[in-house]
């Protein structure tokens, strides 16, 4: 069964074309942007669930670094990442765009800038860069069995 799911989620993940992660990775951000530059008022006061907010920043900027990491990793055996160190976008991206909307909040009315909020968006980022390195490598294993077994 979870076989059948991994082999599911492979094939969906790899009909979309790499480039278009890219395109998906500056939506994630600008949302990101948009929804941080919201004043206070118009965001939900969730202060009662104590660390939610900390979850809700990890959780979008995994998002966001989801997106670089397909971006920067091909599924397939024989293609080398696109960048010398594939990694660096997955971690720095949600770095920068963290920093970027912390800076931002600190002036936006009934907002604030919380340094506690950019560590939860880079372990966003850090968390899916490891996670991902390791599931492209099993991805990358299972399909060299595949191409040894059928020799």
Request: proline letters at 7%.
């Amino acid at each position: 069964m979870l076989r059948t799911i991994n082999s599911l989620i492979d094939r969906a993940i790899a009909l979309t074309p790499q480039r278009m992660w890219w395109v998906y990775s500056v939506v994630c951000a600008v949302i990101i942007l948009y929804v941080g530059g919201r004043p206070g008022s118009a965001i939900p006061n969730l202060s009662f669930i104590k660390g939610l907010d900390k979850v809700l920043h990890f959780t979008a900027y995994s998002g966001l670094a989801v997106c670089l990491f397909r971006a920067c990793y091909p599924l397939q055996v024989n293609h080398k990442p696109t960048l010398s160190l594939p990694w660096l976008p997955v971690i720095l991206g949600p770095l920068l765009v963290g920093l970027i909307d912390e800076i931002h909040q600190a002036f936006v009315p009934g907002r604030g800038s919380d340094p506690k909020d950019l560590i939860a968006d880079t372990m966003g980022g850090v968390l899916i860069c490891a996670t991902g390195v390791y599931w492209r490598w099993q991805v990358l294993e299972r399909d060299r069995q595949r191409h040894n077994s059928r020799r």
